[in-house]
């Protein structure tokens, strides 16, 4: 079965300063893989998504993403974090046996520091 | 363009009472349906979908119920909460053949 690993539930990062949050998934064919974001109390909104071709993929609001096959990874990155940017992320692969629908990670808490 | 509705946003109920949650699609057809919860510092488990009005798929054993009485109205449902059942309810759809999923805003339910 498909699963999605996100190692670090909190992560905390000056405003400024590069952003790295990890994925690794689980998946035996080529993966769709995608990055969402929630905001407090909201639903969640699409970064960005790999489906094939190049391995690193531009999303929204500065964010990218590099897919490597070699260690089952997605992780997302931004160069420079806004204070807006303070969220919960989620990792989430494409699962067919569920319903054609996403099987996510147990998500990461961004918090900014001025 | 297609939107999604969820509601109520957020929603107490003591321990035993019912529930309904209801979640609806307008600007597409024959979307696919999904629930999620997001339990207190838990990612996202589904909990149904749904292919079609009146077949309902559950990922896991639980104390709830969805319904697809229309094509694009999505329902989740309990005779009796439990306290387990307090959580955040997401509500999504996408299209068959499309990958990209559209979630509503969510209900934040609490369970007393």
């Known amino acids: 079965a498909q699963s999605v690993t996100q190692p670090d539930i909190h992560i905390t990062v000056s405003e400024g300063a590069s952003l790295e949050l990890r994925c690794n998934y689980s998946?035996?064919?080529?993966?769709?893989l995608f990055w969402y974001v929630q905001s407090p109390g909201q639903g969640l909104q699409l970064l960005l998504k790999?489906?094939?071709?190049?391995?690193l993929v531009q999303g929204i609001k500065g964010f990218e993403a590099e897919f490597k096959r070699s260690q089952s990874s997605f992780n997302l990155r931004k160069p420079s974090v806004h204070w807006s940017d303070a969220a919960e992320y989620f990792c989430?692969?494409?699962?067919?046996?569920?319903?054609?629908?996403?099987?996510f990670g147990g998500g990461t808490r961004l918090m900014v520091k001025p | 363009s297609q939107t999604i509705h969820q509601w109520p946003a957020t929603l107490v109920q003591p321990v035993g009472s019912p529930l309904s949650l209801e979640c609806t699609v307008e600007?597409?057809?024959?979307?696919?349906l999904y629930w999620y919860r997001q339990a207190a510092g838990r990612g996202l488990q589904l909990l149904f979908y749904?292919?079609?009005?009146?077949?309902i798929s559950s990922e896991v054993p639980q104390n709830l119920s969805a319904s697809r009485p229309q094509d694009r109205q999505f329902i989740l449902s309990s005779k009796k909460l439990l306290l387990s059942d307090s959580g955040f309810y997401l509500c999504?759809?996408?299209?068959?053949?499309?990958?990209?999923?559209?979630f509503g805003q969510g209900t934040r339910l609490t369970v007393v």
């Open positions: 999504a759809w996408k299209r068959i053949m499309n990958t990209e999923a559209f």
């Open positions: 998946y035996g064919a080529t993966p769709y």
């Open positions: 790999y489906f094939s071709g190049d391995t």
């Open positions: 989430a692969v494409l699962d067919n046996n569920a319903g054609n629908m996403l099987t």
């Open positions: 600007g597409t057809s024959n979307p696919n």
């Open positions: 749904s292919v079609g009005i009146g077949q």
